[in-house]
C-alpha cells in the first residue's frame, strides 16, 4: 500500500468515487489516509485533528482496509457516531472490499438479558401498573422473543432513562457468565463471538478500555487482537481511561444485590436468616446516605476530606462494608449446589472488598479516592489522576498502529496538552491538523456583547439573560443556547418563561435528550436551552441551528477531586496548573461547543460567547485562536444586519439546494463530536 495507490483510490474517477454516488474528493481527506497508510506501515502511531466536513471516517478507513494487515477496531465515543460510521459509511465502503466482515459491538447495557427479563417478569405485579405500562410490558415481552440482535435499540417504547432498563440487561457484576443458563442465547456473548471472527468491529470507547484492563472476566477477552485501532472522538479518551482503570462501587449496586436476592425463593438457599441480613445491609446502605447533612442532594469531595467533615460518615461506611462482609459470609455457607447464591456471595464480597478499599484515603499518588452524593445514592470512587503511563502500557503497547482522532485535539494549533495526557511523544508522534472544509470567514460571524461584567460577578447572568435575548430575537428563534452549569440554565428557563416569543422555547428537562433535538429540529424556528452532554454529539444541519449562544468560558469545575489532584501534581512539577491543565480543557469543551454551529458545507449562523474574558483576559488569545476563522462584529446592529442577509441568500437558493445538502457528506464524515 503506497499514497499513490491511497490518492488513486480516492482520486475523482478512482474505486470510491465509481462506487459511491456523489462522492466528493477532498484533499484534506487524501492527506490524512495517507498519513494513517505511513502510520500502518512503519508499525507506529499518529495523533490526527480533522475537522468537521473532512471525511475524516473514510480517511482512516480507506488505509486500514487497504493495508489488509488484520483486524480493524474503529472505537467511537458516543452512539451517534458509532451507529453513523456502521449504518451510513461502511455500506458505501465494504461492497469496495468483499472479504471484509464488519461487526457493531455496543455496551452490555444497549442488550437485552434473557435471564434477568424472565427473573424481573416473574415478580412484576401487573395490578399496580397503568394500562399504558401494562401495553408496554406486553410489548416488550413480544418484542424479547422475536428479536435476533437483542439491540434495546429496536424497542423504540424505552427510553435510555427508563428504569425498566436495570431489570433487563445485566452488569458485569451480576452478569453470570458461562454458568447462565441462557448464555448460548445471550445477545451481548453473541455479538461478542461475531467481533472475534470479524475483519472491521466498530465498537466505543468503553469496551475497549475495558478489554485493555481485563474489566469484562466472566465473559473473557471482548476484542480480537487488531493489527490497528481507531480511537475517534479521542478527546474524550483520557477522562473515561482515569474511570476504566479505576474503580468504584455504589449504594445502588447494593440495592440491586438484595433485590436480586429476594427473587430468589426457600429452595435456592434463602430463608428468613439470609433476608434479615439482607435487611441489615439496606439499613446500612440508607444510613451511608444519610450520613450527609439533610438537603444536600448532590456534590464530590476527596473522601479523606468528607470523613474529616461529615461525624456520621465513617461510622456508615464501616458499617456497610462489615454487613457486606457477614451477608457474603453468609450466601458462601449456602452456596453448596446452588449457583446463584453462589454468584450472589461473590458479588457480595466484590462489593465488600470495594467499599473497604475505596472508603479509605488512598495510599497511592497516582489514584484519587471520592465520593459522590446524588439525590438517593451515594458512590464511591478510585479514579486515576493521570493516564499517560496506563495508556502506554496497554493501549500503545498492544496493538502495532493506534490512529487517535477527532476535531478537537489542539488548542492554538498544538497537540502538546493532548500528546503529554496520552502519553505519547511529543518529539517522534507523527500528527496532522487537517482544517476543515467550511467556509467560515463568509458564512459565520463570532460576537462577544460588550460591557458584560465579570462571570465571577453576581450580577453576570442577570445582565448576559436580556443580551442573549436580544440576539434570539434578531435571528427569530433558530437558536441554541449551551450553558456552562445547571444553576445558569435553571435561571435562564425561567426568565425566558416570563418572555413573549414568537417561537417554542425548549430547555432540557422537558424530555430526553433525544426527544428534545428531535422536537428541536422538527420544528425550525425554536430555541433549546441545554448543558452537559448537548455540548457534542448535536448535528442539526440549515438554518433551525443558525445561532448558538455559550454563556461562558467552559472552565471545568475547580471542586473536582480528580481535576484538583491533577493540578496539584502540575504545580509540584514547577508548572501552572491554569496554563497546562484548566486552558487546554476550556479550549477542546469550547471547540466542541463551537462545534454545533457549522455540520455542513451550506450552513451559516451567528457565535456568541457572552465571556467577556474572551477579549480582556491575556489568555482570551488562546480561544480565539483554536476557533475557527469567522468574521468578527462587535455590536449586534452589525451581527442583525449580516444575519439578515445571508438569510436573504440562503431562501434565495444562493447556499445551494437540498439535493446538495443531502450528499456533500458522503467523502465520510458526518457528527464529530
Known sequence: MTPDAIASFLAPKGPLARAVARFEPRAGQVDMAQT?????ESGGHVVIE?????????GYLVPALLAARGPVVVATATRTLQDQIFETDLPRLLPLFPGIKAVRLKGRANYLCPFRMKQWVATVDVRVMTLEERLRLRGLIDWSSRTVEGDLAEFHDLSEEDPW????????ENCLGRECPDFVECPFNRVRLAAMEAGLIVTNHH???ADLALKEGRFGQILPEAAMVVVDEAHNLPPLTSVVFGDSVSTWQTRDLIGDLRKLGIEAGVDEVVLREADRVHQATEEVIHAWPSGVEEGKEEIGLLRERLPKLPEALGDWHQALSDLADLLDRRKEGAEEIAKLAERGQELADRVGSLSQSSTRPEVVHWAERGARSVILHGHLVEVAGVLRQTLFARYPTVVMT?????????????????????????TLVVPGSFDYPNRTVLYCPPDLPDPKDPRYIDQLLPRMGELVRATEGHALLLFTSHR?????????ETQDWDFPVLAQGQGSRRALLERFRATPESVLLATGSFWEGVDIQGRSLSCLIIDKLPFPSPDDPVLRARMAQVKERGRSDFVDVMIPLAVTQLRQGAGRLMRHSNDFGVLMICDPRLRRANYGRIFIESLPPMKRLGHLAGVARWYEGIVAEHEAGDAGSEAD?????????????
Open 207 to 209: 469496551l475497549l478500555l
Open 406 to 430: 477527532s476535531a478537537t485535539l489542539t488548542t492554538a494549533g498544538k497537540f502538546d496538552h493532548f500528546l503529554i495526557t496520552v502519553g505519547l511523544d511529543r518529539e517522534t508522534t507523527p
Open 165 to 172: 432498563r436495570r431489570s433487563i440487561t445485566s452488569t458485569r
Open 36 to 40: 494513517v497508510g505511513r502510520a500502518i
Open 661 to 673: 445538502r443531502g450528499g456533500g457528506d458522503v467523502a465520510g464524515g458526518g457528527p464529530d463530536g
Open 50 to 58: 480533522a475537522g468537521t466536513g473532512t471525511g475524516k471516517t473514510f
Open 488 to 496: 445558569h440554565l435553571t435561571k435562564a428557563r425561567a426568565w425566558f
